[in-house]
């Protein structure tokens, strides 16, 4: 999405749905920003922010995309970058998690790869063969970590309780960060009894909209939430849960779905507006084979964004 303001400004938003981590389908996407575009004519970027807010508009995706272009043309009036909108104070780097995918014979090459880079916290995704088999590849996977690194586990609720509570106990001793949507039916008092056997925080992401968000923080459920902007209808609703949940005593990361740079980009402000020192879900783009723009360095295993950006910072390709 791009926008121009009478200024001339230029604000950019991505709408990237992708219904699997929870949005809307591309098709009430599409329908629905035909239908809030008319809107944002003959209003300035705040008055039409106040009436996207007001409008109670549930399509997270399109939502996001209007919401990211808005701040990004509000954020450049005022010469600060989108982050500091929401976080005067925040730094303008973070760190991030390398993505190595499953347990593949060739893990170990990813892994080094990875290590080599700078990164100290590598995603697996688990959850695909038997909990035992898993957790064995795991132990042997634990010896080629250097001093410092860490698993992230993701089994996108692949398991039932007793085969998760089988997981967690046999990785008791292993260097484990973090353990995302154990569960394919996750219930509250499951989780809670999960969550008390494990040394690591487990994380809720895809199942946030399926789970009561005032009870899942009133009885910290789990020790970790994923904020991903594109599924929570923009950076604000994010950052504003994550308010919600440090208040509870439990941290966030942010992610991206499957986002083009511009996406990418408005997660990485909000992981920074965050400003903790946990790694976040942001490397993603090599993903895709060709994208519309450029997304901020990585050095080490951080993601750097520039001081003296206004806004989101996107240059689109084509202009």
Same mark, same amino acid.
């Given at each position: 999405?791009?926008?121009?303001?009478?200024?001339?400004?230029?604000?950019?938003?991505?709408?990237?749905?992708?219904?699997?981590?929870?949005?809307?389908?591309?098709?009430?996407?599409?329908?629905?920003?035909?239908?809030?575009?008319?809107?944002?004519?003959?209003?300035?970027?705040?008055?039409?922010?106040?009436? !996207? #807010?007001?409008? %109670?508009?549930?399509?997270? /995706?399109?939502?996001? =995309?209007?919401?990211?272009? &808005?701040? $990004? *043309?509000?954020?450049?009036?005022?010469?600060?970058?989108?982050?500091?909108?929401?976080?005067?104070?925040?730094?303008?780097?973070?760190?991030?998690?390398?993505?190595?995918?499953?347990?593949?014979?060739?893990?170990?090459?990813?892994?080094?790869?990875?290590?080599?880079?700078?990164?100290?916290?590598?995603?697996?995704?688990?959850?695909?063969?038997?909990?035992?088999?898993?957790?064995?590849?795991?132990?042997?996977?634990?010896?080629?970590?250097?001093?410092?690194?860490?698993?992230? !586990? #993701?089994?996108? %609720?692949?398991?039932?309780? /007793?085969?998760?509570? =089988?997981?967690?106990?046999? &990785?008791? $001793? *292993?260097?484990?960060?973090?353990?995302?949507?154990?569960?394919?039916?996750?219930?509250?008092?499951?989780?809670?009894?999960?969550?008390?056997?494990?040394?690591?925080?487990?994380?809720?992401?895809?199942?946030?909209?399926?789970?009561?968000?005032?009870?899942?923080?009133?009885?910290?459920?789990?020790?970790?939430?994923?904020?991903?902007?594109?599924?929570?209808?923009?950076?604000?609703?994010?950052?504003?849960?994550?308010?919600?949940?440090?208040?509870?005593?439990?941290?966030?990361?942010?992610?991206?779905?499957?986002?083009?740079?511009?996406?990418?980009?408005? =997660?990485?402000?909000?992981?920074?507006?965050?400003?903790?020192?946990?790694?976040?879900?942001?490397?993603?783009?090599?993903?895709?084979?060709?994208?519309?723009?450029?997304?901020?360095?990585?050095?080490?295993?951080?993601?750097?964004?520039?001081?003296?950006?206004?806004?989101?910072?996107?240059?689109?390709?084509?202009?």
């Amino acid at each position: 999405m791009r926008l121009v303001s009478d200024e001339g400004l230029i604000g950019y938003g991505d709408c990237a749905p992708l219904p699997a981590a929870g949005t809307e389908t591309p098709e009430l996407a599409f329908e629905q920003l035909q239908v809030q575009l008319p809107s944002l004519l003959d209003n300035d970027p705040q008055g039409a922010l106040s009436s !996207l #807010d007001e409008s %109670g508009f549930q399509a997270p /995706a399109a939502r996001c =995309a209007l919401e990211i272009a &808005l701040l $990004d *043309l509000l954020a450049q009036q005022t010469g600060l970058p989108l982050a500091r909108r929401l976080n005067p104070n925040s730094a303008l780097s973070v760190r991030a998690n390398a993505m190595i995918g499953g347990l593949a014979d060739d893990v170990g090459a990813r892994v080094e790869a990875a290590q080599a880079a700078g990164f100290t916290v590598l995603k697996l995704k688990v959850g695909l063969a038997e909990p035992k088999i898993e957790v064995a590849q795991l132990r042997r996977l634990a010896g080629m970590l250097e001093a410092g690194v860490s698993l992230r !586990l #993701d089994a996108n %609720g692949a398991w039932t309780s /007793a085969q998760a509570l =089988a997981f967690v106990e046999g &990785l008791f $001793d *292993l260097p484990i960060e973090s353990l995302e949507e154990p569960l394919a039916q996750p219930e509250i008092g499951q989780l809670q009894q999960l969550q008390a056997l494990a040394a690591f925080p487990l994380a809720l992401d895809e199942s946030l909209a399926r789970i009561d968000i005032d009870t899942l923080l009133r009885k910290m459920v789990v020790r970790r939430l994923v904020l991903k902007p594109m599924v929570l209808g923009g950076v604000r609703p994010a950052y504003a849960l994550a308010r919600r949940a440090a208040l509870a005593g439990m941290e966030c990361v942010a992610t991206t779905a499957v986002d083009s740079a511009v996406g990418v980009l408005a =997660a990485v402000h909000l992981a920074v507006a965050l400003d903790n020192e946990l790694a976040h879900g942001l490397a993603t783009s090599s993903w895709l084979l060709s994208d519309v723009g450029s997304v901020p360095r990585l050095e080490s295993g951080r993601m750097l964004l520039n001081a003296h950006m206004n806004g989101l910072g996107f240059h689109a390709k084509l202009e």
